[in-house]
Nanobody, 124 residues
Framework: QVQLVESGGGLVQAGDSLRLSCAAS????????MGWFRQARGKEREFVGY???????IYSDSVNGRFTISRDNAKNTVYLQMNSLKPEDTAVYYC??????????????????WGQGTQVTVSS
């Protein structure tokens, strides 16, 4: 069983930066692909990006160039650095982990472990 705990959310102004953290339990963290998703009020959960066990990253078009995902395997932690935040980035942000192998990790169905979420609010 893998447990994920997000932290770092909060209220910021447009143009500000924020870094989210996701701490994972488990002795095989290095083998997990870690994803970030978000869900705005009244909308479906949306893919933000993921980082593979090898460190490769993929981002959605809406955050590409502004958000960066990284991982520290020594700390069993994955990060989401968010720069140039916009009001439309307001959402609950979730990290997710998968031990499965897929051709793509853009879908929430690829992940078998989820954190509880952390709220990010960007004011204009």
């Amino acid at each position: 069983q893998v447990q994920l705990v997000e932290s770092g959310g909060g209220l910021v102004q447009a143009g500000d930066s924020l870094r989210l953290s996701c701490a994972a339990s488990g002795r095989t963290f290095t083998t997990y692909t870690m994803g970030w998703f978000r869900q705005a009020r009244g909308k479906e959960r949306e893919f933000v990006g993921y980082i593979s066990w090898g460190g490769g990253t993929i981002y959605s078009d809406s955050v590409n160039g502004r958000f960066t995902i990284s991982r520290d395997n020594a700390k069993n932690t994955v990060y989401l650095q968010m720069n140039s935040l916009k009001p439309e980035d307001t959402a609950v942000y979730y990290c997710a982990a998968t031990t499965r192998s897929y051709s793509t990790y853009r879908s929430s169905s690829a992940y078998n472990y989820w954190g509880q979420g952390t709220q990010v609010t960007v004011s204009s």
